[in-house]
């Protein structure tokens, strides 16, 4: 679904039909958020971005100027929804880092409903990276700024279904509960981060030292920047590592640390022998944020380019129980599985030492199917020292060797890994990435892999104007009820308000 806001991209409203033995359709849609409905009837950028500052029109006068300084004081995030897709009981929603995801159809992409988070539970900011128990409930992280005078973490649950309380509305949403609350370190320069991690009994959140400045980003419109200039990496810092026992709700008494890094995507998280062992990809500075600007967009973006640090996969291991009497500078972790120490201080803070595992990988996933239990494999793609992607690669943990599929020109996406049906191995399954090409006479197409080999299955290659997407979810045939995702004579009527067409 092409739900980045470009209006040099084209709908592909009708199913394209690839080219392969079997069928595989294509369809694309713009997300109808507000924030694109405006900008639309605006015929230019009328809501703020991370990156892109709105700013007031030229042709009002004075007065409808000033008002649009001060509204835009403590402002109004996007409903740009352009990271992810969640499920949320019987639901799908496009997601983003801010307070507000958008319901959608997934058979037919219509855009349903806007919902703000704030409704349900106090935050302003949310990942776009929930984590799925067994049962389907939703488990996520979000930061509520100065909240009655303090700044948390808040993590919150979203039960998979709705109880039988008679109370009017759609699904489970209404019945959010705040799981944990864990506080800033700083009032006013939170943390930002990207995901997190969960075990069976335990959650792993990292408090990095790439935060951001509320004071900076309340003053950003005025002083005419965005709000990305308001983050800023402080590498004299430590990063911090809370772990939340799942069954009390609380933290746990440890207080764990580790060198400055900023860390986008938490591969996977489990527990061995009385330790928690997360596997993370991790950068030394926030040189990733810095490519994403326009003005690196030019001709030789691929060769200029560069990251000042490698994305790494790394694994740290914290213990659960620690033991007291232990020798300072002793080593608490006796893992057999990996090098990761964890080593006792004098304040009895625990300072963490990661395994080095492999560089040059992002975007990673897993068999979900292991997720917080001990695993062997993740799938990715490779980076290196540059933020696009060239390869799609499978990593084995256990053996340190990989397998990768790569092409001339071709840019692949995260990779989905799809276990096959009654499925025994942890990598019985294929592997869907959709693949772009800067050769222009070289169609875009959905690639299959063998999950376990690695070797190319099919591919299915579509006629159309096809853009590099950020993160995806597989939606089994059997996982929706058409008739449940079927817009309201209301929904409707807001879609036509809003210059959507309606479902027929």
């Known amino acids: 679904m092409d739900i980045l806001f470009g209006r040099n991209k084209k709908e592909q409203l009708e199913p394209v039909r690839a080219r392969v033995t079997g069928e595989v359709y294509y369809r694309s849609k713009y997300l109808r958020s507000d924030t694109y409905n405006a900008n639309i009837e605006a015929n230019r950028i009328v809501v703020s971005e991370f990156g892109t500052m709105a700013y007031p029109d030229p042709c009002k006068n004075i007065f409808s100027k000033a008002f649009s300084y001060l509204s835009h004081t403590i402002p109004d995030f996007t409903d740009n929804c352009l990271i992810n897709i969640m499920k949320c009981g019987e639901d799908f929603y ?50 509520s700024i100065v909240d009655k005078g303090k ?38 320069s939170p943390s930002y981060y990207h995901s997190f991690g969960v075990t069976e009994n335990y959650v792993v959140f990292l408090e990095q030292p790439f935060r951001m400045d509320i004071l900076k980003m309340a003053t950003a419109y005025i002083r005419g920047v965005s709000w990305a200039s308001c983050l800023a990496f402080h590498g004299e810092d430590k990063t911090y590592i809370h772990v939340i026992d799942q069954r009390t709700r609380k933290p746990v008494l440890s207080k764990f640390y580790t060198d400055p890094m900023v860390v986008f995507h938490h591969v996977n998280a489990y527990e061995e022998d009385g330790c928690l062992v997360f596997d993370v ?184 104007d096809m853009h590099l997407d950020l993160h995806g979810l597989f939606i089994p045939g059997t996982a929706w009820d058409v008739e449940k995702q079927t817009p309201s004579q209301e929904e409707q009527g807001r879609a036509v308000d809003h210059g959507v067409a309606p479902r027929t």
């Open 151 to 188: 700044t948390k973490y808040v993590i919150f649950k979203i039960p998979a279904t709705a109880p039988e309380d008679g109370k009017k509305g759609r699904g489970p949403l209404k019945h959010t509960e705040v799981f944990c609350s864990i506080a800033s370190r700083s009032l006013l």
């Open 281 to 464: 990809i991790a950068y030394e500075d926030s040189s990733l944020y810095q490519l994403f600007y326009l003005a690196h967009l030019n001709e030789d973006f691929e060769e200029n380019s560069r990251l000042t640090s490698v994305p790494t996969l790394k694994r740290f291991a914290v213990p659960l129980h620690v033991d007291k009497d232990a020798d300072v500078g002793s080593n608490l972790i006796k893992l057999a599985s990996t090098t990761a120490r964890a080593l006792k201080e004098k304040d009895d803070q625990i300072y963490c030492q990661p395994e080095l595992l492999c560089k040059g990988l992002e975007l990673p996933r897993i068999n979900y199917a292991y997720n917080g239990k001990p695993y062997r494999y993740v799938f990715a793609a490779e980076v290196q020292w540059s933020p696009i992607p060239t390869k799609v690669i499978k990593y084995d943990l256990l053996t340190k060797s990989s397998l990768s599929w790569g092409e001339a020109h071709c840019w692949p996406a995260e990779p989905l890994f799809v276990p096959t049906p009654g499925a025994r191995d942890e990598d019985d399954g294929i592997i869907l990435s959709a693949i772009v090409s800067t050769d222009p006479q070289k169609l875009p197409f959905l690639l299959v892999l063998d999950a376990k080999t690695f070797t190319e299955l099919a591919r299915a290659s579509v006629d159309v």
């Open 94 to 143: 496009a997601t983003t880092e801010t307070n507000y995801i958008r319901r959608i159809n997934p058979l037919t992409l219509e855009t349903l409903e806007k919902v703000d988070y704030r409704k349900y539970v106090a935050v302003n900011v949310a990942t776009s990276h929930p984590h799925y128990d067994a049962t389907g409930n939703v488990l996520n992280i979000g930061t």
